[in-house]
């Protein structure tokens, strides 16, 4: 284990964000709901142009590109993905050209994260129906036609060199519950590309904490071919191999909850609008319509059913997204029609 954390350290990596990032005890919240012990890792507040948990995976993206000597990056996903966003402003602090393959169509005026992928000097290519950054390979081949050198990053940050991100941050968790002198029997966290679970699984592992994690599954798994979980195995065992550690993941080290989908991705129900006026209310804090907005709602609900006993700590990771909100006006504000 400890050649594996040599490892860790030895890969290139790029400062992008503030780490660690802060760790919150959740009181008002745990007292209404009643339940377990909570916790707040604030990934939202990571600090590269609006936070969010994509900039621990760009660290050591973007540290490979470099030391690849690449000049431009493109990646991919829907209209509004933080992801984009993020690798829109790392793509500007470390004077890379970027370029976004995104979902949809030109809005006529962009907000949210669409508008700051703009401010922040990317190169929009309108994908249509492909939000999972299917024309990324083609417009990497067009740069490369040009004598660019682009470097690839696939739909969500989501390969082995992503995850790693979120192994080290194991590493900060370990850190900020020692300071606080507890131990995290679960930790929660919205997952969709499946970097963030995977990371999370194989930096428990590495660094030894016993803490169960629960995905709340935020996008529909395609119709056909593998399992997300099995998705989550394969990307565990292939970023454990990169690390030196064994590949023993199977599917049952993959806790996910897909019963909190509503009418499917980006699409705010009551299920994201109670949590995100819950939380906003009770905390001060905003949580995201797509994504951590969903995972609370699934949280709450977990909570609500007795999933977690009023003796265990449950850590949840709020993974940022906040601009998304600005684009959900109209699901979220006090005008919204009853659904
Ligand atoms: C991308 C994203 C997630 C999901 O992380 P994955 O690694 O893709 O599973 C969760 N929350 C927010 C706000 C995100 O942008």
Same mark, same amino acid.
């Given at each position: 284990m400890s050649d594996a954390r040599t490892r860790l350290d030895a890969l290139p990596r790029v400062r992008l964000g503030f780490f660690p990032t802060p760790f919150v005890k959740l009181e008002r919240l745990g007292r209404l709901l009643g339940g377990p012990r909570l916790f707040m890792k604030r /990934? =939202?507040?990571? !600090?590269l142009a609006l936070g969010g948990n994509k900039t621990r995976k760009l660290e050591y993206l973007f540290g490979e590109a470099l030391d690849q000597g690449c000049d431009s990056v493109v990646?991919? &996903? @829907?209209?509004?993905s933080n992801h984009c966003r993020q690798t829109a402003a790392a793509a500007a602090a470390t004077g890379l050209e970027c370029h976004l393959a995104l979902g949809g169509e030109p809005p006529e005026s962009p907000n949210g994260n669409l508008l700051l %992928?703009?401010? *922040?000097?990317a190169e929009i290519h309108w994908c249509g129906d492909g939000r999972k950054g299917e024309r990324i390979p083609e417009i990497a081949e067009g740069l490369r036609h040009e004598a660019r050198r682009p470097y690839v990053i696939p739909y969500g940050g989501s390969n082995a060199l992503g995850a790693t991100g979120f192994v080290a941050a194991v590493r900060e968790l370990q850190g900020d519950l020692?300071? +606080?002198?507890? +131990?995290? /029997?679960? *930790?929660?966290? @919205? #997952? #969709? #590309? &499946? !970097?963030?679970?995977?990371?999370?699984?194989?930096? *428990? %592992?590495?660094?030894?904490?016993?803490?169960?994690?629960?995905?709340?599954?935020i996008d529909k798994g395609e119709t056909e071919g593998p399992t997300y979980e099995s998705f989550l195995a394969d990307l565990s065992n292939e970023l454990a191999v990169s690390l030196g550690m064994p590949a023993r993941?199977?599917? =049952? +080290?993959?806790?996910?909850?897909?019963?909190?989908?509503?009418?499917?991705y980006g699409v705010v129900g009551e299920l994201e609008r109670e949590a995100i006026r819950f939380v906003a209310e009770q905390e001060g804090i905003l949580l995201d319509p797509v994504y951590a907005g969903r995972?609370? &709602?699934?949280?709450? %609900?977990?909570?609500?059913?007795?999933?977690?006993?009023? !003796? +265990?700590t449950v850590v949840f990771w709020h993974t940022g997204g906040v601009p998304a909100l600005f684009a959900h006006a109209r699901d979220l504000g006090s005008q919204a029609p009853a659904s």
């Open positions: /990934d =939202d507040l990571t !600090g990646t991919g &996903g @829907a209209a509004q %992928d703009q401010l *922040l000097g020692k300071k +606080e002198r507890v +131990e995290a /029997d679960h *930790l929660v966290v @919205a #997952s #969709s #590309s &499946g !970097g963030t679970q995977a990371g999370l699984v194989v930096g *428990l %592992d590495l660094f030894e904490l016993h803490t169960r994690v629960t995905g709340i599954a993941y199977g599917t =049952d +080290e993959f806790l996910v909850r897909h019963e909190y989908l509503g009418l499917g995972a609370m &709602g699934g949280l709450i %609900d977990l909570i609500r059913q007795g999933e977690f006993s009023p !003796g +265990e």
